[in-house]
């Protein structure tokens, strides 16, 4: 009887894997709609210079500003729906998540509202990009539950 050695096949394969962070989003050119909410006009003009020079900073496109004044625990948000709803942003920014809403479960409703419309959040206060993903809201809306 004759062995046979065979020769050990090895799989031919390529593993690619990239990790980014919401934060690697924030590059200039991103274009944005800026979002204001304030309970008087005075604060309410500040704070729309404030994110204006925040995105001039950063060399954002704003593509448009929404501003409302009123109080945080509204439902009734009209120019924040339409914020979200902009086709041609890809984000909002706003000072704190405290100017987007103060009634979490309306936050959380928001903030899918948000991810569904593949738009992020960014916090101009903080820097940072505001976590707005299914995961995370989920995550959240099981705390105040």
Same mark, same amino acid.
């Given at each position: 009887?004759?062995? =046979?050695?065979?020769?050990?096949? =090895?799989?031919?394969?390529?593993?690619?894997?990239?990790?980014?962070?919401?934060?690697?989003?924030?590059?200039?050119?991103?274009? =944005? =709609?800026?979002?204001?909410?304030?309970?008087?006009?005075?604060?309410?003009?500040?704070? /729309?210079?404030?994110?204006?020079?925040?995105?001039?900073?950063?060399?954002?496109?704003?593509?448009?500003?929404?501003?409302?004044?009123?109080?945080?625990?509204?439902?009734?948000?009209?120019?924040?729906? /339409?914020?979200?709803?902009?086709?041609?942003?890809?984000?909002?920014?706003?000072?704190?998540?405290?100017?987007?809403?103060?009634?979490?479960?309306?936050?959380?409703?928001?903030?899918?509202?948000?991810?569904?419309?593949?738009?992020?959040? /960014?916090?101009?206060?903080?820097?940072?990009?505001?976590?707005?993903? /299914?995961?995370?809201?989920?995550?959240?809306?099981?705390?105040?539950?």
């Amino acid at each position: 009887m004759l062995f =046979v050695k065979k020769k050990k096949q =090895v799989p031919k394969c390529a593993v690619y894997c990239r990790v980014g962070t919401y934060e690697q989003l924030k590059c200039a050119g991103l274009k =944005v =709609v800026i979002y204001a909410r304030s309970s008087n006009r005075k604060e309410l003009k500040s704070q /729309i210079r404030k994110l204006v020079n925040y995105c001039e900073k950063n060399r954002f496109e704003i593509v448009a500003v929404k501003s409302e004044v009123g109080r945080g625990k509204g439902y009734f948000r009209t120019p924040l729906n /339409i914020a979200i709803s902009n086709k041609d942003a890809e984000a909002i920014v706003i000072t704190d998540l405290s100017r987007f809403s103060r009634n979490i479960p309306l936050s959380l409703q928001l903030l899918s509202r948000v991810y569904d419309n593949k738009k992020f959040l /960014i916090g101009a206060d903080c820097d940072k990009v505001i976590d707005s993903s /299914i995961e995370h809201t989920l995550r959240m809306s099981s705390i105040f539950e």
